[in-house]
């Protein structure tokens, strides 16, 4: 069992920035794959980005390449969402998600690709 905790959301300007972060516990951190997913208000859960185990090699949907960065320190048992030049359509409770990687990372953008979720985190994008 994997217990996951987002913190960071709040209430931007479009523009400015967010940190999003992401507290694992409870299985070994550095065997799992990570992800970020948002859902916005009347939609489905859609996939933002992903970072391998190690943390060298990751995933972006094309909506948030070059404006967001993953990153993960194992030490801490942690993943971050670097946000930048938000736009009101990031809007959304942004979600991480874990799931073991065995051998290569292989890009998982589906929400069932996830075996271990958290609550979310509420970030709000205004105009």
């Known amino acids: 069992q994997v217990q996951l905790v987002e913190s960071g959301g709040g209430l931007v300007q479009a523009g400015g920035s967010l940190r999003l972060s992401c507290a694992a516990s409870g299985r070994t951190f550095s065997n799992y794959a990570m992800g970020w997913f948002r859902q916005a208000p009347g939609k489905e859960r859609r996939f933002v980005s992903q970072?391998?185990?190690?943390?060298?090699?990751?995933y972006y949907a094309d909506s948030v390449e070059g404006r967001f960065t993953i990153s993960r320190d194992n030490a801490k048992n942690t993943v971050y969402l670097q946000m930048n030049s938000l736009k009101p359509e990031d809007t959304g409770v942004y979600f991480c998600?874990?799931?073991?990687?065995?051998?290569?990372?292989?890009?998982?953008?589906?929400?069932?690709?996830?075996?271990?979720w958290g609550q979310g985190t509420q970030v709000t994008v205004s105009s």
């Open positions: 998600a874990a799931r073991q990687q065995w051998g290569s990372v292989v890009l998982a953008t589906s929400v069932n690709d996830y075996y271990y």
């Open positions: 970072i391998n185990k190690s943390g060298g090699t990751t």
